[in-house]
């Protein structure tokens, strides 16, 4: 019924673009006949999902069967765009059809009904896969859903509890049958004649391999020693990347004798069905082995290494057997798993041969746990170490806490009947805890390399590479963990599968490639854009006569073009349909404008600035009291640098809406002004005469217009003149300033000309007091208003320095 419903609908769809007729018309036979084998799969798969009685296995199998027939219908819904496209632009460029009464030049009418056959048969089977895989996609959630469902019932199921004494005989009986079906199957398998006739015949190569195991378990770590002294006479003594290097030597080629090992004895044949299958795993059991002692060898050098004293030597060989005693009890769990697959034992037997792997993986986690610095001589190392890595510190308080958490747990869960779970908990834990420990080395062993590389040594582990790299680790290691605690393969295949579909925001899919292909684009115009705009900025501009704010005013609207249109073109090429963002970006806009309003006037103030340039890069501006000249103009503000040398921030629309005063702008040309006063007496023609001769003698002051000196009046203590004059470039008033004092005081000296100093007259009160008598003098009749009877004391002459402190004060 359902599927008569679903080839109804599609018909429907079809006829509505004019077709008539089934699908399968405007298909190939092809095409069809897959069409067709599809439309079964999907019915049996939807029948298998109603009755939900297969196997994982099974549902594993169909799942994989479907996903085939999904990407293929993926690949066709996207087929033929161009095209498409095409199509739509022609029947575009016919305009609308005429309305009802209207008629239509009959060549056009026939180019339109030519053209809207054409398109509608390449939509067909995009219409036809777009159906076809959206079923897919839900037929492989619904499987997802039930596997992941029965996981989770398989998880917290609760069996036979280990605890109970009346499981522990059948258990020891039925490990005992194991144990004996094995051995009874091998010598049963070694007193056959073919066993015989194979060994004969596969012999010599029985032998080679046998031979070339045993020399590679031998000789297989001296031999990785005279590799690395080797390596190390290259180059690198003393950065430890042929130490690293040699350490995967060390296990990698006993490693490979394991393998020949086992090679051989399986080319044998004397093992039977269960020897097999024990035999087959011992090259990853071998490898869990090596794997965890070269962990446990790395963080012993890794704590010998001075910049990294963490722990003891003591602490460390400890910490070493704990972690080859968690691989035994990973491969422990391995065997009771491959147990459980041959005999197809019971759920109490089970739990009672899993309960003491668990124990034992959760003491010995409390006992990594407890692995810390605790030497009073390693403290002060240790602190300052967690100083430089407070992050690294944190990780390992996080690590340790879990551990014990999972340590106390797991076996409690265990002990209640849930083994599953526990399982669960406890072996994850421990091979998270140890990849963890891998990453470290390893971004530890790339950052040694990259230290050696570029000269930096030590310093190359607390760099930016170091973290990027650690980061990037972090990244790769998120699936492994994900199929560590209990995420299956075909899980990730599918987030994967679904990242590369991409996702829609606001109308607009974005995917991994197009993505790509944006940031691609966008950074091959970014660099071309600083590419052009060093060319401009340091030979093309420079040659030219446009001035220094000019120039930089080209440079960076170049770059603000540049930026725009890279931008742009990467939109364009990657394929972002941005037309249904039009709306949102226009509600956006309202409340960008009111949130944003200081940073947008900012900007548009930076781009007035730039290309009516009141002001300029270079010049000498005074703003809001803060003077200085323009180092740079960017898009939000102007950064001006002080005769103190502080670098001031100013917005760009203070610039424009407030009052600027531009010492330079469009010429340096300026005026300076020395004020200089002589005292009474003096001949004011011959002060004129020489003040005169100082201003035109200098050469910064133009000739024309020419200096000027001015008598300004009569000052409280002296006559006050000015030179006044225009000089050639006004940043250098102040050396002339100074210049031109120097001089005045020169000739002043020569022709006895006297400039004065300021004289006050202070009166004291109670003289007789500051003097030191003994006896009291009595106190005179307060001043009377007219000054000229008083008496008064001495007067005394002070200089401007007393005057600071005390102008027209009274003792």
């Not at 066709?76 to 239509?104: C, F, H, M, V, Y």
């Not at 080319?267 to 002692?293: C, E, K, S």
């Not at 779970?421 to 998270?432: G, M, S, Y």
């Amino acid at each position: 019924m359902l599927r008569q419903v679903r080839l109804f609908l599609v018909l429907t769809v079809i006829c509505l673009f004019g077709l008539g007729g089934v699908a399968s018309a405007q298909l190939t036979d092809r095409q069809s006949e897959y069409y067709q084998d599809w439309i079964s799969t999907a019915d049996r798969a939807e029948s298998v999902i109603q009755a939900n009685r297969a196997s994982n296995a099974a549902m594993e199998n169909l799942r994989s069967e479907i996903n085939e027939y999904r990407e293929d219908f993926n690949k066709a819904r996207s087929a033929n765009t161009d095209r498409i496209q095409t199509l739509e632009s022609q029947l575009k460029a016919l305009g609308a059809k005429p309305a009802d009464g209207e008629t239509e030049p009959e060549d056009i009418a026939k180019l339109r009904a030519h053209l809207e056959d054409q398109l509608n048969s390449l939509r067909v089977p995009r219409i036809i896969s777009e159906e076809a895989f959206s079923r897919a996609n839900g037929l492989i959630s619904e499987i997802d859903r039930i596997i992941r469902d029965r996981q989770k019932r398989e998880l917290l199921k609760r069996g036979p509890s280990p605890f109970n004494p009346v499981y522990w005989g059948p258990a020891w009986v039925d490990v005992k049958e194991a144990t004996r079906s094995l051995i009874n199957e091998t010598v049963e398998n070694m007193r056959t004649d073919v066993v015989h006739e194979r060994i004969r015949e596969r012999g010599l190569g029985i032998v080679v391999l046998l031979a070339m195991s045993v020399v590679l378990l031998l000789f297989g770590r001296s031999w990785s020693e005279k590799g690395g002294a080797y390596l190390r006479s290259l180059g690198g003594r003393g950065s430890g990347v042929w130490t690293f290097v040699v350490s995967l030597l060390r296990i990698l080629l006993p490693w490979l004798g394991v393998v020949l090992l086992v090679s051989a004895v399986v080319m044998t044949g004397v093992l039977g069905l269960r020897g097999t299958l024990l035999v087959q795993n011992i090259p990853y059991w071998a490898a869990i082995i090596f794997y965890f002692d070269w962990i446990g060898r790395q963080v012993y050098l890794m704590g010998a290494s001075q910049n990294f004293k963490r722990l003891s030597a003591g602490r460390i060989r400890e910490l070493r057997v704990y972690l080859d005693l968690l691989a035994v009890m990973l491969i422990l769990h391995e065997l009771v798993l491959l147990f459980e697959q041959i005999e197809n034992i019971s759920d109490a037997t089970r739990a009672v041969v899993g309960f003491p792997v668990i124990v034992v993986t959760a003491l010995l986690l409390l006992r990594v746990r407890q692995v810390r610095q605790t030497e009073p001589e390693q403290a002060s190392a240790d602190q300052e170490a967690n100083r430089r890595a407070a992050g690294f510190s944190q990780l390992i308080e996080f690590l340790r806490r879990a551990l014990f958490m999972l340590g106390i747990a797991t076996p409690i869960l265990a002990a209640f009947g849930y083994i599953n779970a526990a399982e669960a908990i406890v072996f994850p834990a421990v091979k998270t805890l140890v990849l963890i420990a891998a990453l470290v080395i390893v971004q530890r062993f790339i950052s040694t390399v990259y230290g050696w590389l570029s000269g930096q040594g030590e310093a190359a582990r607390d760099s930016l590479f170091s973290v990027l790299v650690g980061f990037a680790l972090a990244i790769l290691s998120l699936p492994v963990l994900a199929l560590y605690w209990g995420a299956r393969e075909t899980d990730l295949l599918e987030a994967w599968s679904r990242l590369l579909q991409g996702f829609d925001i606001g109308g607009v899919r974005i995917s991994p490639s197009n993505f790509l292909t944006f940031v691609a684009v966008f950074a091959i115009g970014y660099t071309l854009t600083r590419l052009l705009q060093s060319g401009l900025r340091n030979s093309l501009l420079p040659k030219t006569t446009i001035d220094p704010g000019g120039q930089n005013a080209i440079v960076s609207g170049t770059g603000y073009v540049g930026i725009f249109l890279a931008a742009l073109v990467a939109i364009i090429i990657a394929g972002f349909d941005l037309s249904s963002l039009a709306i949102v970006a226009g509600a956006l806009s309202v409340g960008i404008g009111f949130g944003l309003q200081t940073i947008v006037s900012n900007f548009v103030s930076g781009i007035i600035l730039l290309v009516e340039r009141p002001i300029s890069k270079g010049d000498w501006i005074d703003v809001n009291g803060m003077m200085g000249y323009v180092r740079d103009i960017s898009v939000r503000s102007t950064r001006i640098e002080t005769f103190d040398r502080t670098d001031v921030i100013v917005p760009n629309s203070d610039l424009i809406s407030g009052v600027v005063t531009n010492y330079t702008r469009g010429n340096t040309i300026g005026r300076v002004i020395v004020p200089v006063g002589v005292a009474y007496g003096t001949d004011t023609r011959k002060v004129e005469t020489i003040l005169g001769e100082i201003a035109n003698g200098h050469p910064m002051v133009l000739a024309n217009p020419a200096p000027s000196v001015v008598f300004q009046g009569f000052g409280a203590d002296s006559l006050d003149f000015e030179i006044r004059a225009i000089l050639r470039d006004v940043n250098w008033v102040l050396s002339v300033k100074s210049d031109m004092n120097h001089e005045i005081n020169r000739r002043f000296v020569e022709e006895g000309i006297e400039i004065p100093f300021a004289q006050r007259d202070i009166w004291l009160r109670n003289a007789e007091v500051l003097q030191g008598h003994d006896d009291p003098q009595p106190e005179p009749d307060p001043l009377p208003r007219n000054p000229a009877s008083p008496k008064r004391s001495a007067p005394v002459d002070l200089t401007e320095t007393d005057l600071d402190s005390s102008d027209g004060d009274e003792l």
